[in-house]
T-cell receptor, first 115, second 115 residues
Framework: GENVEQHPSTLSVQEGDSAVIKCTYS??????FPWYKQELGKRPQLIID?????GEKKDQRIAVTLNKTAKHFSLHITETQPEDSAVYFC??????????????FGTGTRLTIIP | DSGVTQTPKHLITATGQRVTLRCSPR?????VYWYQQSLDQGLQFLIQ???????AKGNILERFSAQQFPDLHSELNLSSLELGDSALYFC??????????????FGDGTRLSIL
């Protein structure tokens, strides 16, 4: 089955600087890669996703890049703010003719923004 | 608000007992997924239902079972509870009305504590 590795497990960044979180996946058939943000005690919240036919996607201060050949994808947060502090999870999934399949999650990155 | 409703929010019970967790998906979503998140752990896929039928199983224990009803709400039944079953249980839903991947949106979870 799919295996997703995520690094680093913890990341501290000065406010205003950029943060980068990296994930690798094992199943070359995976074609959908969402990122979730989870604040303490709250639900995982989808912040951005990318499909395998796209190499990069941006949404304001957040961007995701995908390298299918190397089977890795990354989350980039620019101009970090205190409210960006949370645990971030990457995930991978295969679509089918019938829609979604399960998400396989990475182990999470605890991001701390230092004021 | 993700539109996915989970009840109850908290559940405290004893070892050996049985509990039922309930999930109502977003309006129009056909797929429901159950995930387990233990303390300081990532998100582990348990089971997926699509339009009333089981579609995929993850590492779900035999003591656990689930079903999806005609109105598309789902229930996760946990029996013969053990201390190690203490965790956050999340439900997610997605439309799955065609091929390919569609985003999964999570409910607020049920925190299960086994005493």
């Amino acid at each position: 089955g799919e295996n997703v590795e995520q690094h680093p497990s913890t990341l501290s960044v000065q406010e205003g600087d950029s943060a980068v979180i990296k994930c690798t996946y094992s199943d070359s058939a995976s074609n959908y890669f969402p990122w979730y943000k989870q604040e303490l005690g709250k639900r995982p919240q989808l912040i951005i996703d990318i499909r395998s036919n796209v190499g990069e996607k941006k949404d304001q201060r957040i961007a995701v890049t995908l390298n299918k050949t190397a089977k890795h994808f990354s989350l980039h947060i620019t101009e970090t703010q205190p409210e960006d502090s949370a645990v971030y999870f990457c995930a991978a999934s295969k679509g089918s003719n019938f829609g979604n399949e399960k998400l396989t999650f990475g182990t999470g990155t605890r991001l701390t923004i230092i004021p | 608000d993700s539109g996915v409703t989970q009840t109850p929010k908290h559940l405290i019970t004893a070892t050996g007992q049985r509990v039922t967790l309930r999930c109502s998906p977003r309006s129009g979503d056909l797929s429901v997924y159950w995930y387990q998140q233990s303390l300081d752990q990532g998100l582990q896929f348990l089971i997926q239902y699509y339009n009333g039928e089981e579609r995929a199983k993850g590492n779900i224990l035999e003591r656990f079972s689930a079903q999806q009803f005609p109105d598309l709400h789902s229930e996760l039944n946990l029996s013969s509870l053990e201390l190690g079953d203490s965790a956050l249980y999340f439900c997610a839903s997605s439309p799955d009305r065609g091929p390919g991947n569609q985003p999964q949106h999570f409910g607020d979870g049920t925190r299960l504590s086994i005493l």
